[in-house]
């Protein structure tokens, strides 16, 4: 069974970078994509970026381009996948919990998430 943790969430600045790392361990070898989700209380979650795995083609929020950078491990490991996500000047809307998550090949949605790391920006 796949599991996901993140880590790297804390406390920065306005204008501040902060980089959130993400595993996913087991049986990773049959992994889509992977992605941050930002949830903010009293707000849906949505999504900030993502990255295949194959061919490694990018997705990132209107509101995070050009700040937010989106990479992954290129180490072959089937029962490993590690995710980062490199957050550059950093203003108050960046605030909340960050969430990882993995697609499964062949699923349309994202199954398997992280319980967050919390992103506090203060002004």
């Known amino acids: 069974q796949v599991q996901v943790e993140e880590s790297g969430g804390g406390l920065v600045q306005t204008g501040d970078s902060l980089r959130l790392s993400c595993v996913a361990s087991?049986?990773?070898?049959?992994?889509?994509?992977m992605a941050w989700f930002r949830q903010v209380p009293g707000k849906d979650r949505e999504i900030v970026a993502s990255?295949?795995?194959?061919?490694?083609?990018?997705?990132?929020?209107?509101s995070v381009k050009g700040r937010y950078t989106i990479s992954r491990d290129t180490v072959r490991n089937t029962a490993r996948k590690t995710i980062y996500l490199q957050m550059n000047s950093h203003d108050p809307d960046d605030r909340g919990v960050y969430y990882c998550?993995?697609?499964?090949?062949?699923?349309?949605?994202?199954?398997?998430w992280g319980h967050g790391t919390q992103g506090t920006v203060s002004s």
């Open positions: 998550a993995r697609q499964r090949i062949g699923r349309e949605s994202y199954e398997v």
């Open positions: 087991g049986p990773t070898f049959n992994t889509y994509a």
């Open positions: 990255i295949r795995w194959g061919g490694g083609a990018k997705f990132y929020a209107d």
